[in-house]
């Protein structure tokens, strides 16, 4: 995920873009990583026109789930979803508690016929390593999986929402 911030500031102006979950991150040691980066550009009137156009939006919903071989879709292929055997709350990533920061992340999973998190896709993202947190946290749920009509257990692909409030 990425977010950023704009702001001008003696002639220039600085474009703050803060990735969340883009790769490993060295500090942390954690799988999925934060970086902050700032970017200089020129203040002039051109520049501050294509900063207040409204840019695409990359976020995916569950329809946009990669295809995984040998894993169904429960919305596509009529078979029930999976279940939660053994799904605990992720805990709150240290910097978003610090930061009093609330989100949802909502991950695209393949709950595999063994009934554990295979393929994971970021379909939503949350800042201060709460994505981070969710993925973890998804990795070691246990889930009963989706069956076939005859009883054998099959990979499905679905989309597993994570919310974190503060109290």
């Known amino acids: 995920m990425f977010s950023g911030s704009v702001y001008e500031q003696n002639g220039a102006i600085g474009l703050k873009i803060h990735l969340s979950g883009f790769g490993l991150s060295d ?5 999925f990583g934060d970086l902050d980066e700032v970017a200089w550009l020129s203040a002039t009137e051109q520049t ?6 409204r840019g695409p939006n990359y976020a995916r919903n569950s329809e946009q789930l990669r295809e995984a071989p040998g894993a169904l879709r429960a919305d596509l292929d ?6 939660c055997v053994h799904c605990p709350d992720p805990p709150y990533a240290d910097a978003a508690r610090v930061a009093k920061v609330q989100g949802t992340v909502v991950l695209g999973v393949v709950i595999t016929g063994e009934g554990k998190a295979g393929t994971i896709h970021v379909l939503k993202a ?8 969710a993925i973890k946290a998804v990795r070691n749920w246990e889930f009963k999986p989706a069956q076939q ?3 054998t257990p099959v990979s499905m692909a679905v989309p597993i929402e994570v ?3 503060m109290f």
């Open 27 to 31: 500090e942390s040691k954690s799988e």
């Open 48 to 53: 501050k026109d294509l900063l207040i156009k």
């Open 78 to 83: 009529g078979f029930a979803m999976p279940t």
């Open 126 to 133: 949350a800042p201060f390593g709460l994505t981070a947190q």
């Open 149 to 151: 009509r005859d009883g």
């Open 163 to 165: 919310t974190y409030r």
